[in-house]
């Protein structure tokens, strides 16, 4: 790609006819596409549009190489002006024009309600306002670890600046100097509810002010005050706020300041009125019969980001090596990053932080890759957001955290990451009851509910040290966003029954396989992580009795590994044993593939049913029959039965 970003001193007038002229199209199209659809953001998409004319017409991008890895990254944060950026985009070459004007918003079509990273000259999905400027930060953040020249442009609205995420993000880039990033805010001064200074009054200059970055102010009408705002910001080696004035339904009088045609469609009546003052012809009826018959034609991204990383050899903690699975995370991240550290052909490992290092155990990564740790504080939102979008750009992106904050917390964030097919490695610590002391805040119980209604996160729950180095050593080269979650406690190593490591030697990780660690006929216990070192106590306990039962590692219990359920069925018993919610964890994913397979056993869910308390972890488990004389009992009694 050889086209230079705002190249040109000034806009000479010829271009500044031909941008006026786009405008007055591109307005057209815009309200076309949103009274076809009954549905849209017309007055909005208006007032952002000569703002996305002069970024992606001098921006580095190109119609002709839409995903060339050397572009510019344009993140339009403020998704429902979606009318704006398919009429720009069609308008430049991006896509037929026709097509997203007759199929936005219809289903089976790309062009939906909210852009979506699919589409050429998209970076990013959004739609959830606030989150823009947090993935402008992960791309910029991977820029720079690349050594890439390219920039990023984050174009918000006005309204969304109110977003907590968002003063964050403007920490995050002002810390790291992100001098490749440029926020462009849409100012109109209107959201659904009324004007923004009277729905939420918020002093967005002196807000990016106080965060230090530098501020421009321009007409966000005047192509020319558009074109030297972004030139200059271009040219800044600190991260940069342009701050657009701009009128709400800008180019049609009617829609002029009016906050009800934020998201609100013109009337046929009104579209008529508006296209008249435009100079435009009347379109509907062409467009809605292409709107019957729509083909989509638009080559969508189909960019792979490739990873080269060599994952190293395993650590094996023998059998008086009790440690905890968070240290064995450590030290096996900490060794790749060292591994890798030097290698040209390795893919950069970035690992982000919220003020938690010393206790995920991230630490260990400071002496062997410090330059790729990002320290972001206790900012946890942003965080899960940046690092989801610095993984869309060819870098293993590392994220660490508490279960709670990690997973509970940031939820949301991580639903967006999922819709971005992201490649987000993320790593959650202290998990369950095993917490103890800190109380029912800071014991997560829910992560496998959450992240099962995520349909491309791959959760995993390591049962010792040395499954859990496999682990990481397994999922950091590959593609896909993983969930590996693990407590606080120190674990003794799980062994085989000739006393020797059970996960060393051959053993090898296999996202969706079971670990048979224990055989047995007369029931079986299926569970996972922290109890694992319980469960094998409460089978030896039972073998002690004369009762053999199998014991199971389902480590992937959203990839359930249907071959060992239906040997584990067949003794007649299955027992679901775990430190989580009792009606969202393995009990219930068992539960269901039972029903569905219609089996008949004897089922048995063993969990936690309600909040903890604090105390320690022994004590908790007691308090909820999870301890292994309690166990014991129940599978004692469910054999009598």
């Not at 979606?82 to 199929?103: H, K, M, Q, T």
């Amino acid at each position: 790609m050889n086209k230079e970003r705002f190249s040109a001193s000034a806009l000479s007038p010829e271009e500044l006819t031909r941008l006026k002229e786009l405008g007055r199209r591109c307005r057209g199209d815009i309200i076309t596409m949103t009274t076809l659809a009954k549905s849209g953001h017309p007055g909005g998409s208006m007032s952002t549009v000569d703002l996305l004319i002069v970024l992606y017409s001098y921006a580095r991008v190109s119609s002709s190489q839409p995903f060339s890895p050397l572009r510019d990254r344009i993140i339009v944060s403020h998704g429902h002006v979606s009318p704006a950026v398919y009429s720009v985009l069609g308008r430049l070459g991006f896509f037929n024009v026709d097509e997203a004007i007759s199929g936005f918003r219809r289903i089976d079509t790309p062009f939906e309600g909210h852009v979506i990273r699919e589409l050429p000259g998209i970076e990013w999905s959004t739609g959830n306002l606030g989150q823009g400027l947090s993935a402008g930060c992960g791309m910029a953040i991977a820029a720079r670890v690349k050594e890439e020249d390219w920039l990023t442009f984050v174009v918000m609205s006005d309204g969304e600046q109110a977003k907590g995420q968002i003063a964050e993000a403007r920490r995050i880039a002002r810390k790291f100097k992100l001098g490749n990033l440029i926020g462009l805010i849409d100012y109109n001064d209107i959201q659904i509810s009324g004007y923004v200074h009277e729905v939420m009054p918020q002093n967005i200059k002196g807000n990016y002010e106080s965060d230090g970055w530098k501020v421009i102010e321009v007409d966000g009408h005047d192509y020319l005050s558009i074109y030297q705002g972004l030139k200059e910001a271009a040219n800044s080696e600190e991260p940069v706020a342009i701050i657009a004035r701009t009128i709400i339904g800008k180019g049609v009088s009617f829609m002029e300041d009016k906050w009800e045609y934020h998201g609100k469609p013109l009337t046929e009546e009104e579209y008529i009125k508006a296209m008249q003052e435009l100079g435009l012809e009347n379109e509907l009826k062409k467009y809605s019969e292409l709107r019957k018959n729509y083909r989509c034609t638009v080559e969508l991204r189909k960019e792979e980001v490739e990873y080269n990383l060599d994952p190293g050899t395993p650590f094996t903690y023998k059998k008086e090596d009790k440690t905890d699975n968070r240290s064995a995370f450590g030290k096996a991240l900490a060794d790749i990053g060292r591994i890798n550290r030097d290698k040209k052909d390795s893919s950069p490992l970035i690992i982000f932080d919220c003020d938690l290092a010393s206790s995920v155990k991230t630490s260990y990564c400071l002496d062997t890759c410090p330059e790729n740790f990002f320290e972001c504080g206790v900012q946890e939102h942003s965080t899960a957001t940046l690092s989801g979008a610095a993984s869309t750009q060819g870098v293993v992106a590392v994220f660490s955290d508490f279960g709670v904050f990690g997973v509970d917390e940031t939820f949301n964030q991580h639903r967006l990451n999922d819709m971005n097919h992201t490649n987000l490695k993320l790593v959650c610590t202290h998990c369950g009851l095993d917490v103890g002391q800190d109380g029912k805040t800071h014991q997560c119980i829910d992560y496998i509910g959450a992240m099962k209604n995520l349909f491309g996160y791959k959760v995993i729950i390591p049962a010792d040290p040395n499954q859990t180095d496999r682990v990481i050593r397994y999922i950091l080269p590959r593609k896909g966003n993983y969930l590996v979650v693990m407590g606080r406690s120190k674990l003794s190593v799980i062994l085989k029954e000739d006393g020797t490591p059970f996960f060393a030697g051959d053993y090898q990780f296999a996202y969706g396989k079971a670990d048979q660690l224990r055989e047995g006929t007369q029931g079986a216990i299926l569970t996972y992580g922290t109890l694992v070192t319980s469960a094998v106590q409460i089978w030896e306990t039972l073998h002690q009795k004369g009762i053999d039962i199998q014991l199971w590692n389902i480590s992937s219990p959203l990839a359930l590994d249907e071959e060992a359920l239906e040997k584990a069925v067949s003794t007649g018993l299955v027992l679901t044993y775990e430190d989580h919610h009792i009606g969202t964890g393995l009990g219930s994913i068992v539960g269901e593939k039972i029903a569905e397979k219609g089996a008949s056993v004897k089922f048995v869910k063993l969990g936690v049913s309600s909040y903890g308390e604090s105390s320690t972890p022994s004590d908790l488990y007691r308090k909820f029959g999870l301890d292994v004389d309690s166990v014991v009992e129940k599978v004692t009694k469910a054999l009598r039965k």
